[in-house]
């Protein structure tokens, strides 16, 4: 049992210990934006940015944080892997047992996706009072598989109807040709033939430059290694 603890819990550093509560937090962090502490912002920026932070409380995330963040902060990082690996594997599960078919399947999938979307610009433009990751290669590789989760989603909605101009008879045809339209790559074995199909494949190719581009950038030049090729010493 120590030795799963060990692997799964770790050890968190003092310093990234916080003792607010994360529904509290994110409380702040509207007032903050509200009474521009941080932005000489107004407008449409405001409004923009207001919307973004007061969404995810829309969302179970934050609620999730908030119940494991009670047992300590290791916790919280722990039930937020496991809750960003279930929602990874559930539109898996959904194309793998048919069930795109199921109307109510297919809204409870789309309001996981809007949690992940959102949450994505909240953390560029309104993170106001947010401390930094305590890990920023963790919050890539959690990115990493909330980019999954967006392939996974786009290809069930492509299996929930007769979009393209060939049927995905197969539940890999369908995560072939969203992965292949992520990467804005195109082949051309298969192509939206209808209005829908046409605006699925924008909206995916859109939250690929955005989600993928953009946010790596974000991430990428605050990462600093501490490995073999660190050390200076002979």
Known sequence: MSVIKKLLVGKVNEKHIQNMNPVKKRLLNIKAIWN???????????????ILSTSQLLFP???????ANKFGHEYKDLAMDFYILAKVTFPLLILINNWQNQEYIIYVLTYFLLETVLYIPTLIFASDLFSQPRSYKRSMLLLFFNYLETVLAFAVFYRTGNYLNAPLNHWFDAVYYSFVTSSTIGY???YPTTTEGKIFTILQVFLFLFFVILFMNFFSSKIKTKGYFSDNTE
């Open 36 to 50: 521009n502490d941080h932005e000489d912002d107004n407008g449409i920026e405001k409004i923009i940015r207001l």
């Open 61 to 67: 995330g934050i609620y999730i944080k908030y119940w």
């Open 188 to 190: 051309g074995e298969f």
